[in-house]
């Protein structure tokens, strides 16, 4: 950079400046729509939370500080107690929920992903057709394959209960969305198999990056399959993956819509997205579900963060030249 | 010659097309927002026409989810937008003090209609002296049993809550024993939603203890009679109502029951017709009592229910909405809705009516256990109501499904409605 400004120095842009300003005036128009629908909205909530705004009343909130995050209360008989998210249950119910389901549906779907990707990138007939095929749960609407599953899931009419019942799996029709022992297992499944075909996606693109000569050269050493799987292939599309990992793990913090239309009050499932929701509009709490959804901004932005320095996931691309 | 004769032509249009419909009034397109439970989506085309006829406006009806829950909070949003798309709402008989700022005052429009109407229900829909929606109709449960079964087991319909269970123990064994492996001996609803509020509410109520939030504010809900309803109705999960009934809302229990694998059911009266109907696998098998009680004496609860209908402030075609609204909440259309879906009228004269006990016999027989309804405690909680409700069925339906007992739930409870409470309501 500092070598080519001195050839510009006789006055004018150098041709680096002029490209740069270019490129700025290429990227305004995002950065416009992205200050809109992101940054505005964020820090709107944010101010929200800060305030003792009421949904009946957008503008009408007052400043109050902290106090919807933690706050110190004297009841009349002079005991002190603490109010607000922080020292809220539910909330840390919700947070371990989330954080619970991110963890064991992301872990499946890269696993399930990883070996439909492998299997999608061997060569066999009528590949194109079973690679179509097998984005179909990715492409339904959440909200509609939902519905679905709550159907297939219903205790009394539900077809995997009969399915179960038949084969001698159960000797009894299972609440599986209404057990409290089960409905987090119900909620998981769905989101894997709706998920798993995405992961796919993303992990196959990144196999059909690894160059072939390097399997072929493997082939002529002898090297088993299994060594070439952890030694050549793992290491070659780890990018690829931790990438696709990040992506679910923001998607499956904030996961909304499945719970909402599976188990909508269920204690066992109720995530952060839906208690702040809960809190927002039909508690009329809106500032109160405002200071949830900055928490629920927060507890995302360290997790991603955590995961890329741990990881040492390298997003800027600046390892590749 | 050519220009004068158009003229003339488009003026003798105008004119019919003026004749025809009456006034110089464009035809509005009026959009009706409601929860879809039963046959009310079907019949709402063949209950409004004579006003579409009347007026040559049309209505639209958008059918919302079934729970009341996710209704509530989809209409929130909407009246907070200030949103002009809707200009009526039905709306649950519990939520007029929340949703009170986003209506027009109907009571100079109605004055003439409401004395016709039960003064409890207009009362439950005043806010501050200003008359938020009209009711259109009524609702109090009903304890609906098989005729067919119980005759078959020399048992009468159940008068306590213990005999209940006894005799849909004794029918669930016996029929079972005889093939019928998917017969349950009682559906009612018990997922986490406002309907739960409504079953406790009975349970609670019909043993002696209170109903939650007393009407002067005081929190009654951690007592003995409480805590014996609930470990009553948690004995019947897995034994008499199947698992699965912690997760049934209205139309669950009333799948179980239509297809006829239940003996006893909780519901409100819209199943009524709708069992009867000709796709019913009980048409005909069964009869309607009032719920059990706690122990003989005791009274039975009926949770009050019904539905009303608002008028949004924020419409842009407020004059046909209230039209519109009058019509909904008059004789003529609760007629057609009390014979067409059960629906109990609000109106004190269709009682009387020979139509209506003709074709539903349910509905003279429902005016006692209605006007002895238990109110839920909108009332005394007003906008934190929702929150109270949602905190009392959390409660419950986590006794029911055995996290913690009803004593130690209970209490909990009490501490989170004390601290809900604050200085007051």
Not at chain 1, 70 to 87: N, P, Y
Not at chain 1, 191 to 216: C, H, N, S
Not at chain 2, 364 to 371: G, I, N, R, T, Y
Not at chain 2, 405 to 417: K, R, W
Request: with cysteine; hydrophobic share 50%.
């Amino acid at each position: 950079m500092a070598t080519n400004d001195v050839g510009g120095a006789g006055g004018g842009l150098s041709l680096s400046q002029q490209r740069q300003r270019a490129a700025f005036w290429f990227i305004a128009p995002m950065l416009a729509a992205l200050f809109c629908v992101a940054a505005w909205p964020l820090m709107r909530t944010i101010w929200f939370s800060l305030t003792n705004t009421a949904l009946s009343d957008l503008y009408g909130g007052e400043w109050i500080g902290f106090d919807n995050y933690l706050s110190l209360r004297v009841l009349d008989s002079g005991r002190w107690i603490w109010r607000g998210t922080l020292v809220d249950p539910a909330w840390w119910n919700a947070v371990w929920n989330t954080v619970r389901f991110a963890f064991v549906s992301v872990f499946f779907e890269t696993i399930l992903g990883l070996i439909v990707a492998l299997v999608l990138n061997a060569e066999f007939k009528g590949r194109g057709l079973v690679r179509a095929a097998i984005l179909i749960p990715w492409a339904i609407p959440t909200i509609v394959s939902a519905k679905m599953w709550a159907w297939m899931l219903n205790d009394q009419f539900g077809i995997l209960n009969d399915i179960m019942l038949r084969l001698g799996l159960i000797d009894q029709k299972i609440a599986w969305t209404a057990s409290v022992d089960t409905a987090m297992y119900a909620v998981l499944t769905v989101d894997i198999w709706k998920t798993t075909p995405f992961m796919a996606l993303l992990i196959l693109a990144g196999l059909q990056m690894v160059p072939r000569d390097i399997y072929e050269a493997a082939k002529l050493d002898g090297i088993n399959p299994v060594k070439v799987f952890f030694k050549i292939t793992l290491p070659l599309i780890r990018p690829a993956l931790a990438v696709a990992i990040i992506f679910r793990m923001l998607d499956a913090l904030r996961i909304f819509d499945l719970v909402y239309v599976l188990t909508p009050n269920s204690a066992a499932t109720k995530t952060m997205s839906v208690i702040s929701r809960e809190n927002m509009i039909d508690f009329d709490k809106f500032a109160y579900g405002a200071a949830q959804s900055t928490l629920l901004f927060a507890i995302i932005a360290l997790f991603v963060s955590l995961y890329i320095w741990l990881g040492k996931v390298d997003l800027s691309g600046e390892g590749q030249k | 010659m050519n220009i004068m004769k158009g003229r003339a032509f488009r003026a003798t249009a105008t004119a019919a097309m003026l004749a025809v419909f009456g006034a110089p009034v464009m035809a509005e397109e009026i959009f009706y927002v409601s929860g879809a439970v039963g046959a009310a989506v079907e019949n709402f085309k063949t209950l409004v026409k004579p006003w579409e006829d009347a007026t040559g406006n049309t209505v639209t009806m958008v059918p919302m989810p079934a729970s009341t829950t996710d209704q509530f909070g989809q209409y929130r949003l909407w009246l907070a937008a200030g949103a002009t798309d809707i200009d009526l709402y039905q709306t649950d008989v519990i939520w007029a003090p929340q949703l009170a700022d986003h209506f027009v005052d109907l009571t100079d429009v109605a004055k003439d209609l409401v004395p016709t109407h039960f003064p409890s229900i207009i009362e439950s829909q005043t806010v501050n002296g200003k008359l938020v929606a009209l009711p259109i109709f009524t609702d109090a449960p009903a304890l609906y049993y098989r005729k067919d079964l119980l005759e078959k087991y020399g048992k009468t319909p159940p008068k306590t809550w213990a005999e209940l269970a006894e005799t849909a123990k004794i029918i669930q064994d016996g029929e079972r024993a005889e093939g019928k492996a998917d017969l349950w001996g009682f559906v009612w609803q018990g997922n986490a939603y406002e309907g739960l509020t409504c079953d406790a509410l009975e349970w609670i109520k019909s043993y002696g203890g209170g109903q939650i939030v007393e009407p002067d504010g005081t929190i009654s809900v951690n007592n003995e009679n409480a805590v014996a309803a609930l470990e009553m109705a948690k004995s019947w999960v897995g034994t008499i109502s199947p698992d699965g009934v912690l997760a049934y809302q209205e139309e669950e229990a009333r799948g179980v029951w239509q297809t006829g694998n239940a003996v006893f059911m909780r519901n409100w009266p819209y199943a009524y017709t709708l069992g009867n109907g000709d796709d019913s696998a009980v048409k005909g098998l069964f009869g309607v009592t009032t719920l059990p009680v706690g122990k003989e004496g005791d009274a039975s609860a009926a949770t009050l229910g019904g539905w009303n209908v608002a008028v949004s402030k924020y419409s842009t075609h407020q004059e046909a909405a209230i039209s519109l609204a009058l019509y909904l909440a008059g004789p003529e259309a609760q007629k057609q809705r009390a014979i067409a879906e059960s629906n109990l009228p609000t109106i004190i004269a269709l009682y009387d009516d020979p139509d209506i006990a003709a074709a539903q016999p349910i509905i003279p027989q429902w005016k006692d256990v209605f006007l002895n309804a238990v109110p839920r405690p909108s009332a005394p909680t007003l906008g934190k109501y929702n929150e109270v409700s949602a905190k009392f069925w959390s409660a419950v339906h986590q006794t029911l499904s055995g996290e913690g007992t009803a004593a130690e739930n209970l209490e909990l409870l009490e501490v989170e409605l004390t601290d809900l409470k604050g200085s007051g309501w």
